[in-house]
């Protein structure tokens, strides 16, 4: 999650090719069966209205709403009204009380059509997204990790020879391999335990079996750590979302769906539900286990596992149906947004539901109802554009209070213009939603990065003259935001490869120091800047990289803190022919270090040493404390 891996193929899955059953299920006999197989075959040819905001970034949602509902921009914190938000008490969905009951709606009325973000041709690519910012008890993927002196790393070969597998170094040699059955994505390493996360996706049709399509977890004891020992398998049908390791217990997020079109492509009810198998033995998920999220307009859902890393055991799992867009998640939390747009100009706006991680419901925010606006409806004919909405972009936990960061919508018939909106979330608290809302200098803008701290957000935001930043302080249930005005470059990635704020939280500019000093990327990147941000109020550039790396070269987005003045970054020396960056590329680890004097001279500097990428962990780097001579 933190590296530079895009998890480009996360995909809600409708089929193509749907064919209805010859008998209906056991327990639901009806004559409309006899058009299952028409009306399943117009999910192909049926195409979603692709709204799209004239300012936004790439895939921008257009929603209707009521213009004159929505409030005036605030100079300072508001306190929203009592319908935008459920208490935890409450039910998830006031309409269904049960998948069946869901199924029973959708074989009539399932909208066949993509998210707002997507065609009907191309459904939403989503990455789950970190919002815990700079908590070190927890962690997510890395391709290399060391135990007691043992390196092991993700290797990607030939993929037409399906050459990968995690390689075994000691002392910088090959020692050994662990040869895999689903392809690595990303290693953890917890309690002399080594876990892989793969995916394979060989197939793109819900079944009954789930080993063509979905999530492996393979966990390997480290007795003895150059032969890792599998010991568990758990593979849970669904494109991979998110992952993370907490407390010695793993959480896994997949996404998947299937059209509801007849009710009886599938032989019964438990086949539209989650599937999770440990060691090849299938695990139930029973009805206590799974959530209806508001009025799904389609059968897509979540499926959240919890692994006790100890005894391999799953003490808690869920799976929430409904119309998810977006998957944001912490140490011992996620939640879930929901939003839709489907044929004929029907459309919802976003709600966060927010759960624990024991899969408790913690509550949900409607975003319309936070901002006054109608929350779903119907675009009239000659309706090509919608007048505002808010658009969410990322969530954080801290304290128990939920806080929500994005950027407020507002179309014309000109380039139209944004808002920059924070919302504190407290669902156990006398007044639950306080949000501010305030315009930037530049009108036309993107969020592209937010970086969680303990008590505040740092915003990257992207305008189509650069850059500038933006903070969102937070003092319990309070909430104020910052336009610093300071500019920075934007960041865009290495020549092709990455793409600002695809997917938002992948790209990371900046790689905190500690003390309040960051290192940012700039450029192409091509180079680190150096900022002072410990007051949000007054932030200061304390040194712009000037040809600090050599002409032609690159920096990658892969980088790793080994204290708070040594910093090891991807460094790609020389450019291949061509106009992109391919895994042809020989890499290594660049080390910058930061002098204590900032006032003059280059205070970052990168050292004439670099160290192989293959066989060697940044995180096991030990180096002296360079002098600032």
């Not at 050459?163 to 990303?186: K, M, S």
Request: aromatic fraction near 10%.
């Amino acid at each position: 999650m933190n590296g530079t891996k895009l998890f480009d193929s996360l995909e809600y899955i409708s089929p193509d090719l749907i064919e209805a059953a010859d008998e209906p299920p056991k327990w639901q006999r009806v004559m409309w069966l006899k058009w299952g197989g028409l009306a399943a075959c117009l999910c192909v040819i049926t195409a979603a209205i692709a709204l799209w905001a004239p300012q936004g970034g790439p895939g921008g949602p257009v929603f209707p709403v009521c213009p004159s509902a929505s409030p005036s921009v605030s100079d300072g914190p508001v306190e929203s009204g009592a319908h935008p938000v459920d208490r935890p008490q409450e039910p998830t969905s006031d309409t269904y009380s049960s998948l069946e009951e869901l199924l029973g709606y959708l074989r009539f009325h399932d909208a066949h059509s993509s998210d707002q973000k997507g065609g009907a041709a191309s459904q939403p690519k989503l990455t789950g997204k970190e919002g815990a910012g700079t908590d070190s008890a927890w962690q997510t993927g890395r391709d290399v990790v060391s135990y007691e002196g043992t390196v092991y790393q993700i290797v990607k070969g030939d993929p037409l020879y399906n050459e990968e597998y995690v390689a075994i170094f000691h002392d910088g040699a090959e020692i050994g391999r662990v040869e895999l059955a689903t392809p690595a994505e990303a290693l953890y390493l917890t309690d002399g335990k080594l876990i892989v996360v793969g995916r394979r996706q060989n197939s793109m049709e819900l079944g009954p079996e789930p080993e063509d399509y979905g999530t492996a977890v393979t966990i390997y004891d480290l007795s003895d750590p150059h032969r890792p020992a599998q010991t568990d398998v758990f593979h849970q049908r669904g494109a991979w979302a998110a992952c993370w390791v907490s407390g010695g217990r793993l959480w896994l997020i997949t996404l998947d769906g299937v059209c509801a079109c007849g009710y009886s492509r599938l032989a019964d009810l438990d086949d539209y539900k989650p599937k999770l198998t440990h060691n090849g033995e299938d695990i139930h998920w029973p009805d206590e286990d799974i959530r209806i999220l508001g009025e799904p307009t389609r059968v897509k859902y979540a499926a959240v596992s919890c692994i006790d890393l100890e005894d391999s055991a799953v003490p808690h799992k869920l799976a929430c149906y409904g119309d998810i867009s977006d998957v944001q998640f912490g140490p011992d939390w996620f939640a879930l947004v929901t939003q839709s747009a489907a044929e004929g100009g029907r459309y919802s706006l976003q709600k966060v539901y927010t759960f624990d991680g024991g899969m408790s419901f913690t509550g949900k925010c409607d975003m319309a109802g936070i901002f006054g606006l109608a929350g779903s409806g119907k675009l009239g004919r000659n309706e090509a554009a919608a007048p505002e909405y808010p658009d969410v972009k990322a969530v954080a936990r801290a304290d128990g209070i939920w806080r929500i960061v994005g950027e407020y919508v507002r179309n014309s018939e000109g380039n139209g213009s944004k808002e920059l909106f924070a919302v504190a979330y407290d669902p156990d608290g006398p007044r639950p939603i306080t949000v501010e809302r305030i315009r930037l200098s530049a009108e036309r803008f993107d969020v592209d990065d937010v970086l969680w701290e303990e008590d505040r957000a740092i915003i990257s935001i992207g305008t189509d003259h650069g850059g500038t930043l933006a903070f969102a302080e937070f003092r319990g249930a309070e909430t104020a935001l910052v336009d610093s005005g300071l500019t920075c470059d934007r960041v865009q990635g290495v020549d092709s490869i990455y793409w600002y704020g695809i997917p938002l939280g992948q790209l990371r500019p900046f790689i905190p120091l500690g003390n309040g000093l960051y290192l940012r990327y700039n450029g192409i990147p091509d180079g680190l800047d150096l900022y002072d941000l410990s007051d949000s109020a007054d932030p200061k550039c304390l040194y712009k990289s000037t040809g600090d790396i050599p002409e032609g070269a690159r920096l990658d987005f892969a980088s790793w803190v080994i204290n708070e003045r040594t910093v090891a970054v991807k460094f790609i020396p020389e450019k291949s022919e061509g106009s992109y960056y391919g895994p042809e590329e020989i890499c290594t680890w660049a080390v910058f270090t930061i002098t204590s004097d900032t006032d003059t001279g280059s205070p970052v500097r990168m050292w004439d040493k670099q160290f192989p990428l293959v066989g060697v962990d940044p995180a096991s780097f030990d180096f002296f404390e360079p002098s600032d001579d």
